[in-house]
């Protein structure tokens, strides 16, 4: 174990990483959120579903995950016969948090004619207990293919839920969770900076608060803030996400200026993820080297929760539509 055989002193760990990258037969994956050399040194960088796919469809044995412990939950979720690792287990998530799995399920329990059409940002459990997973990528594909007629209980994230009630016009029930980092973004100093700023537009994540997304010129997912980046018409960005991601718009447009949206104080790091913050080279070579802390999900479990994410990959391709989603279970009218 990592805790009693701790890291030699003067380890090269760039060097030992890609030594463990080789011997375990490894892919390694980096969110937006993580840390710059993290990201650099990584086989994929991406939104969670995206790179969990992507080493789905690798021969690796072993994914090193990168990122929050629900992501590396869906890794497991789509390839059970991989080994996957997570640098820090501690790496938790406010949204995950906010939804414990029997409060959800005694939720649901009140409402019985609601479909739960729920944020990728949760347990497994809840994962298992809900009809259709959604990205923040997919979640508008698919709301639009849900009757208006049809109750859809929407969580962890209320503040995502609500942008789709008020882009749709639905009326969906919302679970109470949030995003610590995009609550954190203040308004007035955003306002503020744009003052500063005063052609440059501002891409905002749904997880936003409405206070943010209401002076946001493209609300999107990270892969939708990282495409609009490249493809904008100024030389300047206010971004309001976790401000990691500014590091691969930096590299592929070296010549724009990409600006963190500020937090209360204008200056604090309140925008940065606390537990995305938790992986480092350090715990990522141990993690790679004693395959430890390893996510394990019991096999009747996964298949629940794989059956909400499969709806979620079928809807968003048109592989099913209104009318085959009685088959696969989803009791809809």
């Not at 954190?184 to 440059?200: G, M, N, T, V, W």
């Not at 939708?224 to 206010?238: C, E, N, P, S, V």
């Not at 999900?297 to 079928?314: N, V, Y």
């Amino acid at each position: 174990m990592s805790l009693l055989t701790p890291m030699p002193t003067g380890t090269d760990l760039r060097a030992e990483i890609e030594r463990l990258r080789k011997e375990r037969n490894a892919v390694i994956l980096a969110h937006y959120y993580q840390k710059p050399e993290l990201q650099d040194l990584a086989d994929f960088v991406g939104d969670s579903l995206e790179l969990s796919r992507k080493a789905a469809d690798t021969d690796a044995e072993v994914i090193a995950f990168c990122g929050v412990k629900f992501m590396a939950e869906t890794a497991k979720i789509l390839s059970p016969d991989k080994i996957v690792v997570l640098p820090d287990m501690e790496a938790g998530c406010s949204l995950e948090d906010s939804c414990p799995p029997e409060k959800f399920a005694a939720f649901r329990a009140q409402h019985p004619d609601h479909i739960a059409l729920t944020y990728i940002n949760c347990s497994t459990e809840v994962k298992a207990l809900s009809d259709i997973i959604v990205t923040s990528s997919s979640a508008e594909t698919i709301l639009s293919q849900i009757p208006r007629d049809q109750p859809v209980i929407f969580g962890p994230d209320r503040h995502l839920g609500g942008y789709l009630n008020r882009k749709f016009d639905r009326e969906m029930l919302l679970w109470p969770g949030v995003c610590i980092v995009h609550e954190a973004f203040s308004e007035r100093e955003l306002l503020k900076l744009k003052e500063q700023h005063p052609d440059a537009p501002v891409a905002a994540h749904p997880e936003c608060p409405p206070h943010i997304v209401d002076h946001a010129d493209i609300v999107g997912s990270t892969s939708a803030i990282l495409q609009y980046a490249k493809t904008f018409a100024g030389d300047t960005l206010i971004v309001a996400t976790e401000p990691h991601i500014i590091h691969q718009m930096q590299k592929a447009l070296p010549h724009k200026n990409f600006i963190g949206a500020p937090g209360a104080d204008g200056n604090c790091n309140c925008n940065i993820c606390p537990y995305m913050a938790l992986n480092n080279l350090e715990k990522l070579y141990l993690c790679l080297r004693d395959l430890t802390p390893r996510v394990e999900i019991e096999e009747g479990l996964r298949i629940k929760a794989k059956r909400s994410l499969d709806r979620m990959l079928d809807m968003a391709s048109g592989t099913i539509g209104l009318g085959d989603l009685g088959r696969v279970g989803v009791p809809l009218p």
